[in-house]
């Protein structure tokens, strides 16, 4: 299948939307490639600097795109199922690496970027993801969890958040609800995907932060206890929801060192 030229930034057409998506970095027929799945309202954009600096450091390709409804991408239909980040691993990530020829690759995650990481890796067969990085995943609904979601759209809805959210998206609406909806309602206080983490037979990180707002260690707890692959955590003790941001010189050298190993056992790009 064609796909598009490696370049820094364009569309592309998966899940029968437009997403934005950005490159850095070599193309991936020339290196692991590493692909960066945002959080429930994130984008390319909340990133930061992450991808490339993880490129600079790594000498791996990088790509990272916003998922429908977010950043710059094409709307999404909503009110999202609740297996939405079922949808997003089984059926839109893998078409968004055939369409960039991703054979090879690092799948790092950021909340429900990680969850939806996680049930990739654990329900492919094509051994695409040689690894994971999953920073402050979910795994399975936490009161904290959906205190902090309700808190989330009090303040979105008569504070700051819309206007904050507007710098990011073209419709803060779409990526607001899109998320907030789904997490508040009564089939999500028993939503559990625990089970994925059964299936991983690649290395993975997991990175948390002990002040996180939006989960507790219990979900890094429920991959150590379950995974028969090998696994490594970073807690970063007064960290909140996104540690990556928040505490980058602690975590930014030991997702390195992680993907580094990885690489050099890819010996035949």
């Given at each position: 299948m064609s796909h598009p030229q490696w370049q820094p930034r364009g569309t592309i057409e998966a899940g029968?939307?437009?997403?934005?998506?950005q490159c850095f970095g070599p193309r991936p027929d020339q290196?692991?490639?590493?692909v960066l799945l945002h959080e429930g309202l994130g984008c390319i954009e909340l990133w930061r600097n992450i991808p490339l600096l993880l490129a600079q450091q790594t000498g791996c390709g990088v790509l990272v795109y916003s998922r429908a409804g977010y950043g710059q991408s094409g709307s999404a239909t909503l009110p999202r199922p609740t297996n939405y980040m079922h949808i997003e691993a089984t059926e839109v990530l893998p078409e968004v690496l055939e369409k960039f020829a991703i054979n090879k690759c690092v799948l790092i995650g950021h909340s429900d970027g990680a969850t939806i990481a996680a049930i990739h890796a654990g329900s492919q067969n094509d051994f695409k993801a040689?690894?994971?990085i999953l920073i402050a995943p979910h795994f399975f609904a936490e009161d904290i969890s959906i205190a902090a979601i309700t808190q989330a759209k009090v303040e979105y809805e008569s504070g700051e958040l819309?206007?904050?959210l507007s710098r990011y998206h073209q419709n803060p609406d779409c990526a607001f609800y899109g998320w907030n909806c789904v997490w508040l309602s009564d089939a999500f206080k028993h939503w559990n995907v625990s089970e994925v983490i059964?299936?991983?037979r690649v290395p993975v990180l997991g990175i948390q932060g002990g002040a996180d707002e939006y989960g507790t260690?219990?979900?890094?707890?429920e991959?150590?206890?379950r995974c028969y692959a090998p696994f490594?955590?970073?807690?970063?003790?007064?960290s909140g929801h996104s540690p990556h941001l928040q505490y980058g010189d602690q975590t930014l050298p030991v997702m390195v060192q992680f993907i580094n190993r990885l690489a050099a056992m890819e010996v035949d790009i």
């Open positions: 029968g939307a437009q997403l934005e998506y290196a692991l490639t590493l040689r690894g994971l819309k206007e904050k059964d299936y991983l260690l219990r979900q890094l707890d991959i150590e206890h490594e955590k970073l807690i970063i003790e007064h």
